[in-house]
């Protein structure tokens, strides 16, 4: 057989693939999210964020079968605070039996799911969500909503003392999050289809309390606040789930490019290690003047892989895009490919979403989403969502691409043992007739689900190259 593998081997492409196996474990070692074999797992997929009442999705086998036809294979699942525990003390089994439910019928369609205790402007009486009312101290300061984008609602006082006094653990308002917490982990330890706890969405500070919180805060920020719901919450979910890692997160101000604040010079150190950091990456040109569009979701995206190195935790990038402009989302994904890191688009569907700066822009809320409100899936949006990309990596070196206006994939890896590469080789709208492949240090072998393609590395193969393109029609 020549050197060169230049096989023309279509994979025959379906809207709906072949049904997905059950889900095994992953874990993070050494910085990276694994497989139950060791192999590194990238991570594609979307949001899936009920912000009001009954605060969960009503995703269906649909929903996912249409998610796996595009190559996904983790959602982020919304838990409201508010849903969790809408009384001081009454955990609502009812609504973990639903989030349960959802759990499952991801396991029966090959996802994983990430559980994220999701809030934006602390709670509802903000316009926001999260935290139920009485779990709200803001000590009686009047709130004025500001027009416009919701995020400028966290500059008025009333939401930064809120979160002041949840940080200080006011009344043991804190603590009461970390026991809600621990209940939802209780009910999915030992569940291999969750992928971990996303433990803060977009945690941020009072502004009016001066520096540092400010834009952007100073590292000491994360010491005084956000450190301390760590250091309780991350214990107390090992003491009921040592199976499934956490994702900590950030001040928001990452999101655009700024500098983390967690285990940077003058910050804290983050001390648990084989975790996970849940990141974002959008742009702002009022908050981060003086960074271009492409160069502050660059640095976001590079920042949060140096720092996930630095704190000895796996990154993976929870949201972008909330957009109909595709050039961010192209942009965005081949930054996340180019730093060989996964990603989950911000959102499946809008879910009469309140809080998304979305709303402010063309298109308005729904512009946010994969499936508009009427049922219509936007097809451009998927044509760049849905991409090939190395699921499974059996080695070291990984390093790929995709050109999503073309469909050329490309990828390069050392192997090293533990079973072989899964590619995904994504069906319509990327390949409609196909893909072509070639390369050389491998042996191509058939996946169960069709979209899919295993790439047994030679032996003595030093090195692995890969390549697919569009097959011509027929």
């Not at 972008?320 to 569907?349: C, I, M, N, S």
């Not at 991409?387 to 999503?404: C, K, L, N, Q, V």
């Amino acid at each position: 057989m020549a050197r060169a593998l230049a096989a023309a081997v279509a994979i025959v492409a379906l809207t709906v693939p072949a049904a997905a196996a059950a889900q095994r474990p992953l874990a993070v070692k050494g910085g990276t999210i694994v497989d139950d074999r060791g192999r590194a797992m990238i991570l594609h997929g979307a949001n899936a964020v009920f912000k009001r009442a009954p605060y969960y999705p009503p995703l269906t086998r649909a929903d996912f079968r249409r998610m796996r036809a595009w190559g996904f294979n983790t959602i982020r699942l919304g838990v409201i605070w508010a849903g969790l525990e809408p009384s001081p003390g009454v955990i609502d089994q009812g609504y973990l039996d639903h989030l349960d439910a959802i759990v499952d019928l991801a396991a029966e369609e090959g996802f994983w799911v990430l559980l994220d205790m999701h809030q934006d402007l602390y709670a509802e009486r903000f316009g926001g969500e999260g935290a139920p009312e009485w779990a709200v101290k803001d000590d009686g300061i009047p709130f004025t909503p500001v027009p416009g984008d919701f995020a400028l609602n966290y500059a008025t006082p009333a939401v930064g003392r809120s979160f002041t006094n949840l940080w200080t653990d006011r009344d043991g308002i804190r603590t009461e999050y970390v026991r809600a917490f621990n209940s939802l982990a209780e009910r999915f330890a030992g569940t291999d289809t969750v992928l971990g706890y996303d433990l803060f969405n977009e945690p941020t500070c009072e502004f009016q309390v001066g520096y540092p919180c400010a834009i952007p805060p100073g590292a000491e920020a994360a010491t005084l606040w956000l450190m301390p719901l760590y250091d309780q919450l991350v214990p107390a979910l090992r003491a009921v789930d040592d199976s499934h890692p956490v994702f900590y997160e950030d001040s928001p101000t990452v999101n655009f490019g700024y500098p983390f604040l967690i285990g940077a010079p003058g910050g804290p150190a983050w001390p648990f290690p084989n975790q996970g950091l849940s990141h974002h990456v959008y742009c702002s040109e009022e908050l981060n003047a003086g960074a271009s569009c492409p160069q502050q979701e660059r640095e976001a995206t590079n920042n949060a892989v140096a720092i996930a190195a630095h704190n000895d935790v796996a990154p993976l990038q929870t949201e972008f895009g909330a957009t109909d402009d595709l050039a961010p989302l192209r942009r965005v994904t081949r930054y996340a490919d180019a730093a060989g890191e996964g990603w989950l688009y911000w959102q499946y569907k809008t879910y009469g979403d309140p809080t998304t700066s979305s709303s402010a822009g063309p298109g308005g809320t729904d512009a946010e989403s994969i499936v508009a409100e009427n049922g219509r899936v936007k097809t451009a949006k998927v044509r760049v969502l849905a991409r090939a990309y190395p699921e499974r990596i059996a080695g070291t070196g990984a390093r790929w691409s995709f050109d999503d206006r073309k469909a050329v994939f490309t990828l390069r890896y050392r192997p090293r043992g533990g079973g072989p590469t899964v590619v995904v080789v994504l069906p319509r709208p990327a390949y409609p007739h196909g893909a072509c492949t070639s390369g050389r240090g491998f042996d191509r072998r058939s996946d169960p689900e069709r979209n899919r393609l295993r790439l047994h590395a030679k032996r003595r193969a030093a090195r692995v190259t890969f390549r697919a393109v569009p097959c011509r029609s027929r």
